[in-house]
Structure formats: structure tokens, C-alpha cells
Nanobody, 123 residues
Framework: QVQLVESGGGLVQPGGSLRLSCLASGFDFKGYAMSWARQVPGKGLEWVSGIHSDGTGPRYANSVQGRFTISRDNDKNTLYLEMTSLKPDDTALYYC????????????????WGQGTQVTVSS
């Protein structure tokens, strides 16, 4: 079955950096666009970034544009999110999510996501 396992979260000071990873299994990873989304308790899921199946066309939410970089290694079935200049507002549970097709849709749509990895930005 489809499995998405996130890692790399933690506690970081404002201005710091983290790199999240997502190991995928149970489906043809290179055939699907992938996304990162985040959620704060009491709020809805917020799409953060997405990347096409072939690693092109990275897209970002305005709130993270210029600070976060999404990438993928299709040989390793792994999705990444490099986060820099972190702010307290970035504190959230970060999810890796599988999109329905090969390209990142204009409206976020996922059919699977992982358990999430917690990112806390605090001094």
C-alpha cells in the first residue's frame, strides 16, 4: 500500500534552517507530482509547495516563496523540503502528500499523505 514517511522536523530558532525528507513506497513515485502541506492545530491544511513528477515546475505558497526549496530524487523515491530563514509562523505539522497526476494542480488535491513531522520555530 502507499506509504509516505516524513522525517527531519524539530525545534529550531528563528532564522534557522531545516531539511525535511519524505520516503515514498507502494506506488510509482516518479509518475506523480508531490506536495508539502502543513497544519496548525485548529486550522485547516495549508498547501506549502509542489513539484511535478519529473522534478520540474516547483511552486510555492506566497508565505514561503524565496525561503523554501522543494526537490525530489526519483531514484531514491524521496521528496525534500529545504527550509531557511524560518519564522515562528512556520511552526506546524508538515505533511508530504501525493498528488493525483503528474503535474501540480492549480487547486491542491491529494489522495495520500503521511503522518507528518513537527517543525517548531521558537527562541
Amino acid at each position: 500500500q502507499v506509504q509516505l514517511v516524513e522525517s527531519g522536523g524539530g525545534l529550531v530558532q528563528p532564522g534557522g534552517s531545516l531539511r525535511l525528507s519524505c520516503l515514498a513506497s507502494g506506488f510509482d513515485f516518479k509518475g506523480y507530482a508531490m506536495s508539502w502541506a502543513r497544519q496548525v492545530p485548529g486550522k485547516g491544511l495549508e498547501w506549502v509547495s509542489g513539484i511535478h513528477s519529473d522534478g520540474t515546475g516547483p511552486r510555492y505558497a506566497n508565505s514561503v516563496q524565496g525561503r523554501f526549496t522543494i526537490s525530489r530524487d526519483n531514484d531514491k523515491n524521496t521528496l525534500y523540503l529545504e527550509m531557511t530563514s524560518l519564522k515562528p509562523d512556520d511552526t506546524a505539522l508538515y505533511y508530504c502528500a501525493k498528488n493525483l497526476g503528474m503535474v501540480v494542480p492549480s487547486t491542491p488535491k491529494y489522495d495520500y499523505w503521511g503522518q507528518g513531522t513537527q517543525v517548531t520555530v521558537s527562541s
